[in-house]
């Protein structure tokens, strides 16, 4: 009878040690359990919703990866997103990136992924051309961008500063609007508007630009200026509306006025010039040559159509003139008749 009860309380023991051991187990995964979800709710911050450290993956319409990795977002919606310190990388092209901060962008990825950035706003290409500005508007399903706040563009020897810019980024056009001013390699570029098309890589390889009203470009060469516009290649230049070129060749000054002129370059040197009327060409300030038409090529200035030509002796009328640039020497045909000065 002792025997029996014995063993009734060494298995009774045995039962309370084994539901000890439980309780003690359940009890640990419990403070585990409460102990990552703490850890889980502290990476969100105060309000419903925002997360710190968060890298976003999300697809273009042509299933190109865009990536978005933000310092702290704000989903305000399943499609809208608020991200602090934002870094933004996508493709422009097939073979080419942009990458783009901001201290603030609001990011809405229902039909077009857009953008609405502001402060501290820097574009980086792999080329290395940087773009610098306040506020910006970027559709990077388009691959375009906006703005109206000051902007500065700077790549290896080029350099613009412009008050409003549109970024064509799949078309590789930059257009820079009011107060245009900057370099193109050692080119003085002034505009009250600036397009710049580029020929493959973005800030690299220029294809075209195209500069609208009161512009200017200046080389170490000519200094070319007209009040509508002036369109400029490595191998082609054309302005028109009140056009003046002024020119150094042998140590002598031309300037050369008219409504149109268009020049052929090669290594920007000027190889060929057309000018269309109300031509007035100045050699030194000393001799002037009027005419409807000019053609400077191979060192040879030919004036046509009405022509005068006009120093301190006094003027000589014709239908052509040719200025020797080498000499300076001007031979006449047709002459209409000479009228000296007193």
Do not use: P
């Amino acid at each position: 009878m002792l025997n029996r009860k014995w063993k009734i309380r060494a298995i009774s023991f045995l039962f309370l040690s084994a539901a000890g051991f439980i309780c003690y187990k359940v009890g640990r995964s419990v403070l585990a359990v409460t102990k990552v979800i703490h850890e889980k709710a502290s990476s969100k911050i105060s309000e419903k919703n925002e997360f710190k450290d968060v890298v976003y993956t999300s697809f273009d319409h042509g299933s190109n990866k865009i990536m978005l990795k933000s310092s702290e977002v704000k989903e305000i919606n399943d499609k809208v997103f608020d991200f602090s310190k934002l870094i933004t990388t996508f493709n422009i092209s097939s073979d080419e990136t942009v990458t783009v901060f901001a201290d603030e962008t609001h990011f809405v990825s229902e039909g077009n992924r857009q953008c609405e950035m502001k402060g501290n706003v820097k574009f980086s290409t792999e080329e290395g051309l940087l773009i610098e500005t306040e506020k910006s508007f970027v559709d990077i399903d388009k691959k375009i961008a906006n703005g109206n706040t000051d902007i500065l563009i700077t790549q290896d020897d080029t350099k613009f500063f412009a008050k409003k810019y549109q970024f064509d980024m799949k078309n590789k056009i930059m257009t820079l609007i009011k107060d245009v001013k900057g370099n193109l390699s050692n080119d003085l570029v002034i505009a009250d508007k600036l397009v710049v098309e580029f020929d493959k890589v973005i800030g690299k390889d220029f294809k075209k630009v195209h500069a609208f009203g009161n512009s200017s470009y200046k080389t170490d060469k000519y200094h070319l200026k007209a009040i509508k516009d002036i369109i400029y290649t490595k191998q082609y230049a054309e302005a028109n509306g009140q056009v003046n070129l002024d020119l150094k060749k042998d140590k002598h000054n031309y300037c050369i006025k008219s409504e149109h002129i268009t020049m052929n370059l090669e290594n920007n040197i000027v190889k060929k010039v057309i000018a269309e009327n109300n031509l007035k060409i100045k050699v030194d300030n000393l001799t002037s040559v009027k005419g409807n038409r000019g053609i400077l090529e191979n060192n040879f200035i030919t004036v046509t159509g009405n022509t005068i030509i006009s120093n301190e002796k006094g003027k000589i009328l014709c239908k052509k003139a040719i200025l020797n640039m080498k000499t300076n020497d001007i031979k006449v045909y047709g002459s209409k008749g000479v009228i000296k000065k007193n």
